[in-house]
C-alpha cells in the first residue's frame, strides 16, 4: 500500500522563486467524495490517474499511475467535475528536501501553497521564511474540494 505524509502551509513573498523549476498542471476528479478521491492530472505531456484514501491527519493512503496523456486529457474534458484546476507547480529544493509550491490560475487565481512530502509522521524539518500559516487538514485548502 501506498502510503503519502504530507504537510500544507500558506505561502507569503518571492523569495522561492529564484530556485525553482515549474511545471504546469491541469487536474480534475471523477469523485466528491470525502473517503476518497480518483484524480486525472496532466503534467506537461504526462497523463496520470491518482486514487487517495482518507486523510488521517497527515497521512493517507495514495496510489498513483501514469496513464498516455490523450487519454488523461479526453477524460479531464468528458468525465471530471468542474471546474478543473490549473495551477503551475514550482518544486524547491530546501535543506534536503523539495518542496512543491503551488501557484493557483483556477478556479481560486492567486492562491499559493506550499506542501512538503515527509518520509514519516514524526519527521522533524526546517520551515523557510516564506512558509506561513499550516493549513494541513483544513478542508478549504483541499484541491478536490476547490473543483
Known sequence: MGIEIERKFTVVGDAW????????IVQGYLNRDARRAVRIRTMDQKGLITIKGLSRGAARSEFEYEIPVHDARQ????????????K???????????????????????????EIELPSVGYHFK??????????????YYNQNMS
Open 17 to 24: 522563486r529564484s530556485s525553482a523549476r515549474s511545471v504546469r
Open 75 to 86: 477524460m479531464l474534458h468528458e468525465l471530471c467535475l468542474e471546474p478543473l484546476i490549473d
Open 88 to 114: 503551475t507547480r514550482y518544486y524547491v529544493p530546501y535543506d534536503g528536501l523539495v518542496w512543491e509550491i503551488d501557484e493557483f490560475h483556477a478556479p481560486r487565481a492567486g492562491l499559493i501553497l506550499a
Open 127 to 140: 520551515r523557510p521564511d516564506w512558509v506561513q500559516e499550516e493549513v494541513t487538514g483544513n478542508p478549504l
